[in-house]
């Protein structure tokens, strides 16, 4: 029964308990440690889970990662698996270009064409440094990069500890750990996946479609793969896939979810299901070296906070993988959450503040659930669905149609709804290149927000003075954006305020828009 005050005993006290030690929860954990946060990781595998999952992370989520110092973990980890991105570099050889790709991708296994992509358009500019890095980068390994910062952070990680339960309070959340220990933590956040125990267990709605295929990702070792087209496959019985590296497969049948999920993963299984789907009936697997079974459930929780119990990643929604959109979905979270419940633990902001997060991030999962129900749509092996797939191609294999669909890839397209009629207001910042050699994106590091005065105005400083101890004020000019004047940049990288030269006396406007922007996200609780 929830009361008022905490009554429990606890073991150890925290400001934040993160359940789960995946991606998500360890960026997630990072984050909160930049705001000051004395946080617990919790997770109950012993070790980093190597079965395969993302291959890659996107355009937002390598940005968001550079946006914190990590580019060259980044980079350290695409060469370490480059061999992964020949197939996409169009060179197997040794000497393959060691320079990323472009992000490029796929719809619903409909492969974008590099040569016909628009690097031009608007929405690629100025991203900066990051533009491509995570292509090639695994979860595991990204997990391996999160877990190492999380540690230089202070970040305390529990492994092979599991989720018993929780009691909450109005003033707290008693967490109860299944090797006995109890928990007292001003918030609790689950990051434990699709199959979410916080999420059930604080009641949270769940609304979505109900599933209808079957899907499986492995490596293996197998005889007969020769036989196989290489790449993304469609058949009369659903969609596989052979490569990029050998003994990576993937299949899809569209005859409804599987009876087990959690069911071990056999090398007769995965055999049956890539002769059906293939009609190679040669190919034979020997060994199963990671597998994975996936549906294409999607749901999506109504609110991402029930009191002191807010959700991310997985645990917030759930589709099928078709784009690679999961991972990214759930750093975005991550980001977005993190400086936030920061500022409420310290005291800088109000819990209220914590409302934008569901207002933010929600419309963000609903596209996301959507683009991969689609992607589902045009992979049926029904007619109609394969009438609807050739008019997607011949649209894709165009320079409008593979730009649009790799902005939506990428995840350039993502926009707040953040008040202020400026064109970068509500956008992620761009990478500004600036006159002291530096770009934005090296100031975002510390987890803090960032007013850039670009105009040397002793007023636009001004307003911030009261915020020093949340917004750092770096006065510096930008030749390639002489017009800009200002820009006000919130941890996460968005832009929350931002102005031109006053063409039009629109000065004191512009001041009294600083102002409401310095309120509404920094102002002390």
Same mark, same amino acid.
């Given at each position: 029964?929830?009361?008022?005050?905490?009554? @429990?005993?606890?073991?150890?006290?925290?400001?934040?308990?993160?359940?789960?030690?995946?991606?998500?929860?360890?960026?997630?954990?990072?984050?909160?440690?930049?705001?000051?946060?004395?946080?617990?990781?919790?997770?109950?595998?012993?070790?980093?889970?190597?079965?395969?999952? @993302?291959?890659?992370?996107?355009?937002?989520?390598?940005?968001?990662?550079? $946006?914190?110092?990590?580019?060259?973990?980044?980079?350290?980890?695409?060469?370490?698996?480059?061999?992964?991105?020949?197939?996409?570099?169009?060179? $197997?050889?040794?000497?393959?270009?060691?320079?990323?790709?472009?992000?490029?991708?796929?719809?619903?296994?409909?492969?974008?064409?590099?040569?016909?992509? /628009?690097?031009?358009?608007?929405?690629?500019?100025?991203?900066?440094?990051?533009?491509?890095?995570?292509?090639?980068?695994?979860?595991?390994?990204?997990?391996?990069?999160?877990?190492?910062? @999380?540690?230089?952070?202070?970040?305390?990680?529990?492994?092979?500890?599991?989720?018993?339960?929780?009691?909450?309070?109005?003033?707290?959340?008693?967490?109860?750990?299944?090797?006995?220990?109890?928990? $007292?933590?001003?918030?609790?956040?689950?990051?434990?996946?699709?199959?979410?125990?916080?999420?059930?267990?604080?009641?949270?709605?769940?609304?979505?479609?109900?599933?209808?295929?079957?899907?499986?990702?492995?490596?293996?070792?197998?005889?007969?793969?020769?036989?196989?087209?290489?790449?993304?496959?469609?058949?009369?019985?659903?969609?596989?896939?052979?490569?990029?590296?050998?003994?990576?497969?993937?299949?899809?049948?569209?005859?409804?979810?599987?009876?087990?999920?959690?069911?071990?993963?056999?090398?007769?299984?995965?055999?049956?299901?890539?002769?059906?789907?293939?009609?190679?009936?040669?190919?034979?697997?020997?060994?199963?070296?990671?597998?994975?079974?996936?549906?294409?459930?999607?749901?999506?929780?109504?609110?991402?906070?029930?009191?002191?119990?807010?959700?991310?990643?997985?645990?917030?929604?759930?589709?099928?993988?078709?784009?690679?959109?999961?991972?990214?979905?759930?750093?975005?979270?991550?980001?977005?959450?993190?400086?936030?419940?920061?500022?409420?633990?310290?005291?800088?902001?109000?819990?209220?503040?914590?409302?934008?997060?569901?207002?933010?991030?929600?419309?963000?999962?609903?596209?996301?659930?959507?683009?991969?129900?689609?992607?589902?749509?045009?992979? $049926?092996?029904?007619?109609?669905?394969?009438?609807?797939?050739?008019?997607?191609?011949?649209?894709?294999?165009?320079?409008?149609?593979?730009?649009?669909?790799?902005?939506?890839?990428?995840?350039?397209?993502?926009?707040?709804?953040?008040?202020?009629?400026?064109?970068?207001?509500?956008?992620? @910042?761009?990478?500004?290149?600036?006159?002291?050699?530096?770009?934005?994106?090296?100031?975002?590091?510390?987890?803090?927000?960032?007013?850039?005065?670009?105009?040397? /105005?002793?007023?636009?400083?001004?307003?911030?003075?009261?915020?020093?101890?949340?917004?750092?004020?770096?006065?510096?000019?930008?030749?390639?954006?002489?017009?800009?004047?200002?820009?006000?940049?919130?941890?996460?990288?968005?832009?929350?305020?931002?102005?031109?030269?006053?063409?039009?006396?629109?000065?004191?406007?512009?001041?009294?828009?600083?102002?409401?922007?310095?309120?509404?996200?920094?102002?002390?609780?």
């Amino acid at each position: 029964m929830t009361t008022t005050t905490t009554e @429990a005993k606890s073991d150890s006290d925290y400001d934040v308990v993160v359940v789960g030690g995946g991606p998500v929860g360890l960026f997630l954990a990072g984050e909160l440690r930049l705001g000051g946060a004395r946080v617990l990781v919790v997770e109950r595998l012993a070790e980093v889970d190597e079965t395969i999952k @993302a291959g890659g992370i996107n355009t937002a989520g390598a940005v968001a990662l550079y $946006r914190r110092g990590m580019l060259p973990d980044l980079a350290a980890a695409w060469e370490r698996n480059r061999w992964r991105m020949r197939a996409f570099l169009g060179d $197997r050889s040794a000497d393959a270009p060691r320079t990323p790709p472009k992000f490029a991708g796929h719809f619903a296994g409909i492969m974008m064409r590099g040569d016909l992509f /628009d690097p031009t358009d608007p929405a690629f500019a100025d991203i900066g440094p990051a533009d491509g890095v995570g292509l090639g980068v695994p979860q595991v390994e990204l997990e391996r990069i999160l877990g190492a910062r @999380a540690e230089r952070l202070g970040v305390e990680v529990r492994r092979g500890v599991a989720l018993d339960g929780f009691d909450p309070y109005d003033d707290a959340v008693v967490v109860h750990l299944a090797d006995g220990a109890q928990v $007292r933590a001003g918030w609790l956040v689950g990051c434990d996946g699709g199959r979410s125990t916080v999420r059930k267990l604080a009641g949270f709605d769940f609304p979505g479609t109900e599933p209808e295929i079957t899907g499986y990702q492995a490596v293996v070792e197998m005889t007969g793969g020769e036989r196989l087209g290489t790449g993304w496959n469609t058949t009369d019985v659903g969609t596989y896939v052979n490569g990029p590296f050998p003994g990576r497969i993937l299949t899809v049948e569209f005859d409804g979810p599987p009876a087990d999920r959690s069911a071990p993963v056999t090398a007769g299984e995965l055999q049956a299901a890539l002769r059906r789907v293939s009609g190679v009936d040669e190919v034979t697997v020997h060994k199963v070296l990671t597998s994975t079974r996936f549906t294409d459930n999607a749901r999506q929780a109504s609110t991402y906070r029930e009191g002191r119990v807010l959700l991310a990643g997985d645990a917030a929604h759930v589709h099928s993988p078709f784009g690679g959109q999961g991972l990214n979905l759930g750093l975005g979270d991550a980001m977005n959450l993190g400086w936030k419940l920061a500022a409420v633990v310290r005291g800088s902001a109000p819990d209220s503040l914590l409302d934008s997060y569901t207002a933010e991030r929600h419309p963000v999962g609903a596209w996301v659930l959507d683009w991969t129900r689609a992607q589902i749509a045009v992979m $049926r092996p029904d007619r109609h669905a394969r009438a609807l797939r050739r008019v997607v191609t011949d649209l894709a294999l165009t320079t409008t149609g593979t730009t649009y669909l790799v902005q939506q890839i990428s995840g350039v397209w993502q926009h707040l709804d953040l008040p202020g009629d400026h064109p970068l207001t509500g956008h992620s @910042a761009p990478d500004l290149e600036l006159s002291d050699g530096t770009r934005l994106g090296d100031h975002l590091h510390g987890g803090r927000a960032v007013l850039l005065d670009l105009a040397d /105005d002793p007023t636009l400083r001004g307003l911030a003075e009261g915020y020093a101890d949340r917004v750092d004020v770096l006065t510096v000019a930008c030749p390639a954006r002489p017009g800009l004047t200002g820009l006000l940049v919130r941890p996460d990288g968005f832009v929350a305020w931002a102005a031109d030269e006053d063409e039009d006396d629109k000065g004191d406007d512009d001041r009294d828009a600083l102002k409401d922007a310095l309120t509404r996200w920094f102002v002390a609780a």
